[in-house]
T-cell receptor
Framework: GAVVSQHPSRVICKSGTSVKIECRSL??????MFWYRQFPKKSLMLMAT?????????EQGVEKDKFLINHASLTLSTLTVTSAHPEDSSFYIC?????????????FGPGTRLTVT | AQSVTQLDSQVPVFEEAPVELRCNYS??????LFWYVQYPNQGLQLLLK??????LVKGINGFEAEFNKSQTSFHLRKPSVHISDTAEYFC??????????????FGTGTQLKVEL
């Protein structure tokens, strides 16, 4: 149980285009979802926290107009990288938290590798 | 605010040998502590966590960790490693005040490489 999926697993896009990444909780309702970014050989950096039905809370230094987060339902959150540039290339990982499950645990998705050419 | 330090970026070890991956944290409030494992191009999998109670926590795949409040440490150990344990290991904390399931602060990770 507590499975989180991400789609796509890999995406290559051209500079200037937008790309959407989906994060789904498959067998539980995710009241809160988190989006992380991981650079090669580096730790995970929290980008934003989203609660279902409300606006995401972005971490300092993360451009909210560039990284659009939507958490429209209890099982789906999306991250849209707008006007992507090569420096946006990274591994993006989402996680989900639920009050039905252990509230002090986050369940992680498998990640999405974004390459901007 | 919290911070997590994993001093060892890489730890090479021979198969069947014991291993310890070090984690120290800093926080002005009480925390929950976690260890995650990440295999190449995959997300994170929870190995174990310390919430309260016994300071020795046992997790999956034969791993265990001990919470030491005085030394603000949460080192991960395994008595005998296997080739399949080769992966990146992340220590993380979250503060108890916000319920623990919120913001995770990660260390920079330790690459465990098990050799034959």
């Amino acid at each position: 149980g507590a499975v989180v999926s991400q789609h796509p697993s890999r995406v290559i896009c051209k500079s200037g285009t937008s790309v959407k990444i989906e994060c789904r909780s498959l067998d539980f309702q995710a009241t809160t979802m988190f989006w992380y970014r991981q650079f090669p050989k580096k730790s995970l950096m929290l980008m934003a926290t989203s609660n279902e039905g409300s606006k995401a809370t972005y971490e300092q230094g993360v451009e909210k107009d560039k990284f659009l987060i939507n958490h429209a339902s209890l099982t789906l959150s999306t991250l849209t990288v707008t006007s992507a540039h090569p420096e946006d290339s990274s591994f993006y990982i989402c996680s989900a938290r639920s009050t039905d499950r252990l509230p002090n645990e986050q369940y992680f998705g498998p990640g999405t590798r974004l390459t901007v050419t | 605010a919290q911070s997590v330090t994993q001093l060892d970026s890489q730890v090479p070890v021979f198969e069947e040998a014991p291993v310890e991956l070090r984690c120290n944290y800093s926080s002005s409030v009480s925390v929950y502590l976690f260890w995650y494992v990440q295999y190449p191009n995959q997300g994170l999998q929870l190995l174990l966590k310390y919430l309260s109670g016994s300071t020795l926590v046992k997790g999956i795949n034969g791993f265990e960790a001990e919470f030491n409040k005085s030394q603000t440490s949460f080192h991960l150990r395994k008595p005998s490693v296997h080739i399949s344990d080769t992966a990146e290991y992340f220590c993380a904390v979250s503060d108890r005040l916000t319920g623990g399931g919120n913001k995770l602060t990660f260390g920079t990770g330790t690459q465990l490489k098990v050799e034959l």
